[in-house]
């Protein structure tokens, strides 16, 4: 029996560091300290479907072949291609980015990440005004007023507010929750407002209007405020103008609930002007509640590799970058690329079915240990190990700190970052014979 | 009797859950369904359970019915997953990011049943 002290969990951005794992003749018997998504991933994936075998689609069923077959068949469909779209990427190491990246330039591919459906936004936002980001050790150790906005973090980060946020006890946040203030801005009363000292409901796709009156409010201009705006009245937009103002370190974390309603990046856009406003007054910060547990390392190991975070765009070989134009749900919905790779990631459910339809239309390699609503629509199918659990990796947690992930058991499984490599090679190999 | 919401969808701890089990029952009883308040569940005639239909002008889908009253009066969610993208936008306004909240949607009572997940997408596959 093995017992593994502070391994990470390779589910969310919150990216716990201190999980501890039995191992008992190769499989994970016991996990300490994980929360309901990481204890299904480390503990399920004993009871859930692998894909077992790579896979190749024939007369409209994937039948088993060998892992060379794969391969071949899958640097076939991108030597073929003319318009590839590399996409995900997310949950895995940011060694396998680094590589998908190498193969998207060799390729003259599109490769995108999950943030294209999350977060992209936030990094549109950043690039037009900044993101005056902190440390989840300094919010832990100095927030005394912590909003979720758009965010809900009980059901997508179960140990969030335990380990960094509300609950969280620090250096100079000793009482924890009691010497907190937590307020959650939303749409409906999730089981996260329920938690808050105070919760502001707004009308649904008004953050921008909220977070403009708040600016307002702040800069001296209260007076220009409706009796009811955002669906919230004057006096509580005012009330909750003054506590940002009153408090010693606010940090504003915030979730889909910002990035995919109307205004979109300009949400996030604003809210960092906002921050910006708050800093004449006390500390502010902002962070944004990342979902894949690596969706943040793609966008760090892409702008060091290409200089662009998400949808870069290598046709003209050097990057291009230009998401309403060069983003997954944009080319897909455009029917431009003529093939698919997607690797550690799901557009089979979580992309709206215009573009989930040209996906069916195209061939799809796949590489992911589990099967999904992907494979139901791929052509070439490559299993690869669990990182984080069957491989060890470096990943980024949601403040953009790094992480070495652990190999826990032995698989028989390729790694991604294999994978890929792999890949690479074969479609060089083609490319010479061509 | 039809009524209208502008339905959204998000992430659920239990649809995490089964991020990675999704061939699972588990991650079809975690992802179909549309939470209404019980007043809008009355007003379409529906107790928790019964089938609905939400139809957007990007496609339509069938889910069952499930109350929670910290929805607002005609604020529709769905878990994210293949049911909730049958019908939300595909529209990016030229940012990347598709319309996955605030879609104008009608609801209605059906004696359809949701698709399980191999039948949907096998729908794409043959479009």
Known sequence: MLVIKDAVCSLCGSLCDDITVTVEDNKITKIENACILGRSKFVGMLEHDRIETPMIRKDGKLAPVSYEEAIEAAAKILVNSRRTLSYGWCSTSCEAVSAAIQLAEETGSVIDSTANVCHGPTALAAQEKGSPSATLGEIKNRADLIIFWGCNPVHAHPRHMVRYSSFSKGLFTEKGRKGRTMIVVDVRKTDTAKLADKYVEIDQGSDLILVTALRSIINGHGDVIPEVIAGVPKAEVLELAETLKNAKFVCIFFGMGVTQSRSKYKNADAMSSLISDLNQHTKAVMIGMRGHYNVTGFGQVATWETGFPMAIDFARGYPYYNPGETGANDLLVREEPDAAIIAAADPGAHFPQKAVRHLARIPVIQIDPYPNPTTELADVVIPSAIVGIEAEGTAYRMDAISLRMKKLIDTKFKTDEEIVKDLATKVRELKRGA | ?127
Not at chain 2, 13 to 25: C, M, P, R, V, W
Not at chain 2, 47 to 52: I, N, P
Not at chain 2, 85 to 96: I, K, R
């Open chain 2, 1 to 127: 009797m039809k009524i209208k919401a502008n339905l959204i969808s998000g992430r659920t701890a239990d649809q995490g859950a089964h991020l990675e089990a999704k061939t699972h029952k588990g991650y079809f009883d975690a992802c179909t369904y549309c939470e209404l308040n019980s007043a809008d569940l009355k007003r379409l005639g529906a107790s928790e359970g019964d089938s609905l239909k939400i139809t957007t002008e990007f496609g339509e889908v069938v889910v069952f019915a499930k109350a929670n009253e910290g929805n607002p009066d005609g604020l529709a969610f769905i878990p994210m997953g293949p049911w909730a993208n049958a019908v939300l936008s595909p529209d990016t306004h030229g940012c990347g990011m598709p319309g996955f909240k605030g879609v104008p949607a009608e609801i209605e009572v059906t004696d359809e049943k949701p698709l399980d997940m191999k039948s949907l997408m096998k729908k794409y596959m043959e479009d």
